[in-house]
């Protein structure tokens, strides 16, 4: 029987086939040093592989974004630094300021440097990097926001409401001025309203009202919250400021009329408690609690003049309502008003000018009336407060209460009315634009930054080197402020800190990423060599075959000729 000739020959192409495919397998893998170059190969290693790359590009990237953030905190803290300078120089020249030798226009020459300090302080306040605040950055706590929506939609136009009714002023809309409040505590007030007062006329322009939320208790929502109480307080400033010469209140163009603004802005909410708890304290001392008002003028800082401040306006309440004028104070603020919005000058709108034009009241000018209000009068006015028990009933003492006539007796809660709705004033309201949130890896993993804020002398009316008392109160201030940088240095301190472990750990998460990749990809280079070597040799001897084969030239009768075919 005859066989098929050529079919070790055609097995054998196939085989050189199956060796060269072979061959540019390895080749492919020894090139790329990768041992799945075609996703076919081991579909369920390739889908591993692209999902942790893509992983590590994304961890990449976060790597950068963290160490951008490095470079923010050390801006940050390099800022504070030179914060920290300031308040030291400043520190010096308020010690400097007390110097009982130093005469006034040395001590003139230490303030014009001190407000240059306090002015490069605003602007460090400002500074960003690459367009992004440095200072103040982050998402707002859940209590701020809660402050701010109490502020901006009750307590502003509750505020304004009560103060047009009890004073008869108006709101300047022209006027803007930044609301702020700090999460933090920056010493020493509550909350304060800054001016920008202009001492050739008088006139003042409202910068800023602040308020610092460690000062007030939760909740800050109406009507649980008496921070309205102190809202209306700052109001009263703000508004006054747009109503009268605020610059120049009293008209003799020296006197700042502090006790007249104060008294004012606690006269609106009341201040009986605080009276009445001196009082308890001093053994009923009216002479001292009364002349704690001083001439009037001093940087304020203690109860004691506030205290005073409230009960000399509440005295000139009264004398003005004796003197046939119903209204009482409101009478004055409204002339007041009259003359700045006519224009006829402080001299001639302030409080000397308003005693002038009204002798039934009984005085010669503002320090006629200071020094009635500290003597004997006052003194028995006071008195007899405490005495008929009026500064310790359930009413405040405020303008519109039972103790001045009022009908109802409004407490700590009631004093101030709720309200609803958009204030008339033109502030300018912080933004919350979101927490600074460090991406920690590629799975998304995040955590906020600490917020970090820089430290401001803004009421440089109050604190300045003007005088010794006000050099006092502005070491006094500048040793808070001191304890506040630290404070603030210490959360950059804080970021860094947790930057640098993070990026650690980062770094760490990259590298076993590599080597998770190298591991499921990568060729096993020493393996793959001896098989590229193995079917390289196979791949050779098949194709010497076939090119030996290609020369044979045998006819079918050659190869069959001499055989006996079908014999045994």
């Known amino acids: 029987m005859l066989s098929p000739v050529n079919n070790d020959l055609t097995g054998l192409v196939f085989e050189t ?69 300031i308040l030291h120089r400043m520190n010096e020249l308020a010690t400097r300021a007390l110097d009982v030798t130093t005469s006034d226009g040395d001590r003139e020459n230490y303030n014009k440097e001190f407000l240059e300090l306090a002015e490069q302080l605003e602007e460090l306040e400002s500074e960003t990097f690459n367009g992004v605040n440095l200072f103040g950055a982050g998402a707002f706590s859940a209590d701020k926001k809660q402050f701010i929506e109490s502020l901006t939609t009750h307590w502003l136009k509750a505020s304004e409401e009560q103060i047009i009714q009890d ?31 202009n001492p050739a006329n008088g006139t003042a322009d409202v910068i800023e009202m602040q308020f610092d939320l460690p000062d007030f208790s939760a909740p800050h929502t109406q009507p649980a919250s008496t ?40 006269f609106i909410h009341g201040a009986d408690a605080s009276a009445a708890s001196i009082l308890a304290s001093n053994g009923d001392d009216y002479a001292a609690l009364n002349g704690a008002i001083g001439t009037g003028n001093e940087t304020w800082s203690t109860g004691e003049q506030y205290a005073s401040g409230y009960l000399a306006v509440k005295y000139l309440h009264s004398k ?48 006629a009336f200071l020094t009635d209000f500290k003597g004997a009068a006052g003194q028995a006015f006071v008195q007899n407060l405490n005495d008929t028990g009026l500064l310790g009933n359930a009413d405040t003492g405020s303008i519109r209460g039972s103790d001045e006539g009022g009908g109802t007796a409004l407490g700590a809660q009631a004093v101030i009315g709720d309200a609803t709705g958009t204030a008339q004033s033109a502030y300018v309201e912080e933004q919350d634009t979101g927490s600074l949130t460090a991406l920690i890896d590629g799975a998304g993993l995040t955590y906020d930054l600490q917020s ?29 402020l001191l304890e506040n940088l630290a404070d603030e240095r210490s959360y950059t301190g804080a970021n860094l800190s947790r930057l640098e472990k993070e990026i650690d750990n980062l770094n760490g998460k990259i590298t076993q990423g590599e080597l998770a990749v190298s591991r499921i990809e990568d060729t096993d280079v020493a393996l793959e060599s001896n098989r590229f070597a193995t079917r390289q040799v196979r791949m050779q001897s098949s194709i010497a075959i076939l090119a030996q084969a290609q020369k044979l030239n045998i006819g079918i009768q050659d190869l069959i000729r001499g055989i006996m075919i079908g014999q045994s």
Request: glycine share 12%; net charge negative.
């Open 167 to 197: 004073y008869g002023w108006t709101v300047d809309p022209s006027d803007s001025w930044n609301l702020i409040v700090n999460e933090k505590d920056t010493g020493g007030y509550a909350a304060f309203v800054m001016t920008s007062q």
């Open 452 to 480: 970090v804020d820089t430290i401001t002398i803004s009421d440089v009316a109050t604190y300045n080197l003007d005088s010794i008392s006000s050099a006092v109160a502005t070491l006094g201030e500048l040793e808070l």
């Open 17 to 85: 086939h199956r060796n060269k495919v072979e061959l540019n397998d390895s080749l492919s893998k020894l090139s790329t040093g990768k041992r799945i170059v075609n996703p076919g190969e081991d579909s369920g290693a390739h889908s591993q592989v692209a999902k942790i790359g893509s992983k590590h590009k994304r961890d990449l990237a976060n790597l950068q974004n963290l160490q951008n953030l490095v470079s923010y905190s050390q801006t940050q803290d390099g800022i504070l630094a030179q914060v920290g300078e």
């Open 320 to 367: 003005i309502q004796a003197a046939g004028f119903g209204d009482g104070i409101k009478h004055m603020t409204q002339w007041m008003k009259n003359g700045f919005d006519t224009g006829q000058g402080a001299a001639n709108s302030g409080i000397d000018a308003y005693f002038t034009a009204h002798g039934g009241i009984g005085y010669a000018g503002n320090n």
């Open 227 to 266: 921070a309205d109480r102190v809202v209306a307080h700052e109001m009263v400033h703000a508004m006054q400021a747009q109503n009268s010469y605020y610059g120049d209140i009293v008209g003799d163009g020296a006197s700042s009329g502090k006790w007249f603004k104060e008294g004012l802005a606690e």
